[in-house]
């Protein structure tokens, strides 16, 4: 059973997930970090601003992983919304959601 965390939805909810894009940028972009939502698999949902151009993307960080992105040392589920970050995303394979690759945390 997952805790229950101050400021975290228990569920993404239909709204997020169609405003947000499952398809980030490709390579090094600064986020700011909107909203965490619990996916109903093992995941935390990651949703992102970017601050160069203000569109929308969803990420998700894995249990498996302690919720970081593969080349991570920042975990999300510890993260408070509203930090401001360095993101690494990368296409997925055939097209399809992007690779969560690696993040730093900004002091902004």
Not at 72 to 96: I, N, R, Y
Request: with cysteine; glycine share 8%.
């Amino acid at each position: 059973m997952r805790q229950k965390i101050e400021g975290y939805k228990s569920h993404a909810d239909k709204e997020l997930l169609e405003v947000y894009s499952p398809h980030a940028p490709t390579g090094e972009w600064d986020a700011k970090l909107d909203y965490h939502a619990w996916g109903k698999s093992t995941n935390l949902f990651c949703f992102f601003t970017s601050l160069a151009t203000g569109e929308k993307y969803r990420l998700s960080v894995f249990s498996r992983s302690s919720y970081q992105p593969y080349k991570g040392v920042v975990s999300f589920d510890q993260e408070p919304v509203g930090a401001v970050f360095k993101l690494a995303t990368k296409e997925g394979k055939d097209g399809g959601l992007s690779k969560f690759i690696h993040a730093e945390k900004l002091d902004i």
